[in-house]
T-cell receptor, first 115, second 115 residues
Framework: AQKITQTQPGMFVQEKEAVTLDCTYDTSDPSYGLFWYKQPSSGEMIFLIYQGSYDQQNATEGRYSLNFQKARKSANLVISASQLGDSAMYFC????????????FGTGTRLKVLA | EADIYQTPRYLVIGTGKKITLECSQTMGHDKMYWYQQDPGMELHLIHYSYGVNSTEKGDLSSESTVSRIRTEHFPLTLESARPSHTSQYLCATKESGTVNTGELFFGEGSRLTVL
């Protein structure tokens, strides 16, 4: 069975500081993708970053990077130089790319950036 | 960019009514998904589809059904609505194929209230 776990219900970070949002996952599929989405208070889902299970290097997209540790089954999101606009809910997600093809989400982490 | 249309955007109905939430997309994406999300909470996968005539149950599917007769259309039906069904329902699509990031494209959601 697939499972995504986000253990931080809420996080605070000072503006311009870096923050790490934790995500661990479990799957029996050998091939899978890991994702992070941002959901501001307005409600839309914004795709941030993707990491494939066979990718050798950690994914980066601007201020976002994904710290992928396959042996530990973790896919933490690192946001550098936090901005006030980063305040939102952040969801980790996983898709098994063989077998079930389920695309599931974690419980989310609410990030608040402080001025 | 995917164009995904959900109707109705808002619906208030009484207990026991049958309702269908519509989801249509214009990008020809093979994969489509229905999620249930209470405000600020996790997304629960209800149903998903790989393509025409293929549907699969998610983790929260026992009280609803879906169909996929056409690529562009993926309606969700609640046979007998209950107050516990009060929530927001998000439809999403995804391209198939090996060369893609796996990003989900979301509709604006259907907010359902069952009295």
């Amino acid at each position: 069975a697939q499972k995504i776990t986000q253990t931080q219900p809420g996080m605070f970070v000072q503006e311009k500081e870096a923050v790490t949002l934790d995500c661990t996952y479990d799957t029996s599929d050998p091939s899978y993708g890991l994702f992070w989405y941002k959901q501001p208070s307005s409600g839309e889902m914004i795709f941030l970053i993707y990491q494939g299970s066979y990718d050798q290097q950690n994914a980066t997209e601007g201020r976002y990077s994904l710290n992928f540790q396959k042996a530990r089954k973790s896919a933490n999101l690192v946001i550098s130089a936090s901005q006030l606009g980063d305040s939102a809910m952040y969801f980790c997600a996983m898709e098994a790319t063989s077998g079930t093809y389920k695309y599931i989400f974690g419980t989310g982490t609410r990030l608040k950036v402080l001025a | 960019e995917a164009d995904i249309y959900q109707t109705p955007r808002y619906l208030v109905i009484g207990t026991g009514k049958k309702i269908t939430l519509e989801c249509s997309q214009t990008m020809g994406h093979d994969k489509m998904y229905w999620y249930q999300q209470d405000p600020g909470m996790e997304l629960h996968l209800i149903h998903y589809s790989y393509g025409v005539n293929s549907t699969e149950k998610g983790d929260l599917s026992s009280e609803s059904t879906v169909s996929r007769i056409r690529t562009e259309h993926f309606p969700l039906t609640l046979e007998s609505a209950r107050p516990s069904h009060t929530s927001q329902y998000l439809c999403a699509t995804k391209e198939s194929g090996t060369v893609n990031t796996g990003e989900l494209f979301f509709g604006e959601g259907s907010r359902l209230t069952v009295l």
